[in-house]
């Protein structure tokens, strides 16, 4: 049975990202948390990796420490449907999950991935926005195309649901308004028993990660008496 290493489930999104794969699609795997921001983080999980980043799937004398490696190693080792199997659309998915890795960023920066919060709707600024507008943009355009199967991005759940999950808790922690189609996706992937799993898992954690913990109201205090 392969190990994931992971950190907090409260905060980490890129362990969420295979760690809800592998649980959709029904691949076992033991797990290791190494929780972020302490002393001896670093440390832990350069025992796993040399990258010294999570998350890590060990798999014998296998190692794999990139998201998506470890999401492409996972369907050519265990046979798992990771990407849709129309060519088309599997270069969709392809192309929205590499889009999610490399992008996004107004909206990951300013809207941290937290799990235990939940904040008031607010106008966060054009970057977020901006992601925001092109995440219903991907929404519409796969369900439109490719999800007459499910109620996923492509129907069935594949690589790129898992991709942009994170997002999506983002979207549910700081209330962003969406339009219906999107907001049924992204209900779609808070409903799943997987994500609950996670979810339920995550609430039970007692770390704290700092740099993850907005505090709106200090935030408007300083602004109203700047």
């Known amino acids: 049975m392969p190990t994931?290493?992971?950190?907090?489930?409260?905060?980490?999104?890129?362990?969420?990202?295979?760690?809800?794969?592998?649980?959709?699609?029904?691949?076992?795997?033991?797990?290791?948390?190494?929780?972020?921001?302490?002393?001896?983080?670093?440390?832990?999980?350069?025992?796993?990796?040399?990258?010294?980043?999570?998350?890590i799937l060990i798999d014998g004398d296998v190692t794999v420490w990139e998201t998506i490696a470890i999401m492409e190693y996972v369907g050519e080792a265990y046979g798992a449907p990771v990407w849709p199997t129309d060519p088309k659309a599997r270069a969709m998915a392809r192309s929205v999950a590499a889009e999610m890795h490399a992008g996004f960023s107004g909206l990951r920066s300013t809207c941290p991935m937290n799990l235990g919060k939940k904040f008031a709707q607010k106008d966060r600024g054009e970057g977020v926005a901006r992601d925001v507008a092109r995440f219903s943009e991907i929404v519409h355009q796969a369900r439109e195309r490719f999800g007459a199967g499910g109620p996923f991005l492509f129907g069935s759940f594949t690589a790129a649901d898992a991709m942009y999950a994170p997002l999506v808790t983002r979207l549910d922690t700081y209330s962003i308004a969406l339009d219906a189609t999107t907001r049924a996706y992204v209900d779609a992937i808070l409903s799943l028993p997987t994500f609950q799993e996670w979810r339920s898992a995550a609430m039970k954690e007692e770390w704290i990660v700092d740099a993850d913990e907005i505090d709106e109201e200090a935030i408007e205090n300083y602004r109203k008496a700047a």
């Open 4 to 55: 994931l290493v992971i950190a907090n489930k409260c905060y980490s999104s890129w362990s969420l990202r295979p760690w809800l794969l592998m649980k959709q699609l029904g691949v076992a795997f033991d797990e290791i948390t190494i929780p972020l921001d302490l002393p001896d983080t670093k440390a832990k999980v350069l025992r796993h990796s040399p990258a010294g980043k999570v998350p």
